[in-house]
């Protein structure tokens, strides 16, 4: 079955302070993986698309890795911000009629 | 704002009631989703649209029923819902659901249903 596991499914940082998120999947055949942050009430906006052959992506603060063989990928947020507090949605596409698999999101509380 | 606008934003109904949901995309895309997110629950795709034409039905109930005039408006039409309906949907587009899986999908900002 292809699923996408998140976590933690939530947690909270000090301003200005680092975080990673973790997202391990088991949809194949793999094509790229995404990232998407949701604020509230809002829908989900894309941070990062990681192919297969690729191995890091950086938005802004916003890093995401991907290791393909072990089928994990991270996001790293650096120096945190109060506009970081969302949730972060990992997204994994399939080769082949571009079906897409959520995960249940991690959220994220950013505290001054 | 991501391009992609959704009406109303906010929808209280009985479970007798027959409402539209709308959605319109101002990208020049060719591919509209329809998606539904529950409370502490993955995103579930419900439908989705390329040139106009449905090509995906995720096993969604006959009470939902869509509708896409254009590759820039996309309709949710619903009746007689329940309770557990209750969710947030959102609207998405992107270029073309087949051209290829790196295909971003802008989403709208979601209308939040509530059904009593």
């Known amino acids: 079955k292809n699923q996408v596991e998140q976590s933690p499914q939530s947690l909270i940082i000090l301003e200005g302070k680092n975080c990673t998120l973790q997202?391990?999947?088991?949809?194949?055949?793999?094509?790229?993986l995404r990232w998407y942050k949701q604020d509230t009430g809002r829908g989900p906006v894309s941070l990062t698309i990681?192919?297969?052959?690729?191995n890091t992506k950086s938005n802004g603060r916003y890093t995401a890795t991907l290791d393909a063989d072990t089928k994990q990928s991270s996001l790293h947020i650096t120096a945190s911000q109060l506009s970081d507090s969302a949730s972060y949605i990992c997204v994994v596409s399939k080769a082949a009629g571009n079906k897409l698999t959520f995960g249940g999101g991690t959220r994220v509380l950013v505290k001054p | 704002e991501t391009g992609v606008t959704q009406t109303p934003r906010h929808l209280v109904m009985g479970m007798t009631n027959k409402k539209s949901l709308k959605c319109e995309q101002h990208l020049g895309h060719n591919a509209m989703y329809w998606y539904k997110q529950s409370a502490k629950k993955p995103l579930e795709l419900m439908f989705v649209y390329n040139f106009k034409e449905q090509t995906e039905n995720n096993s969604v109930p006959s009470r939902f029923s869509p509708e896409c005039p254009n590759s820039s408006h996309l309709f949710l039409h619903l009746h007689t819902l329940q309770p557990e309906d209750s969710a947030l949907y959102l609207c998405?587009?992107?270029?073309?659901?087949?051209?290829?899986?790196?295909?971003?999908?802008?989403f709208g900002p979601g209308t939040r249903l509530t059904v009593l």
């Open positions: 990681m192919t297969f052959s690729e």
């Open positions: 997202c391990n999947y088991t949809v194949s055949p793999f094509s790229n």
């Open positions: 998405a587009s992107s270029q073309d659901s087949t051209s290829g899986s790196t295909d971003t999908q802008y």
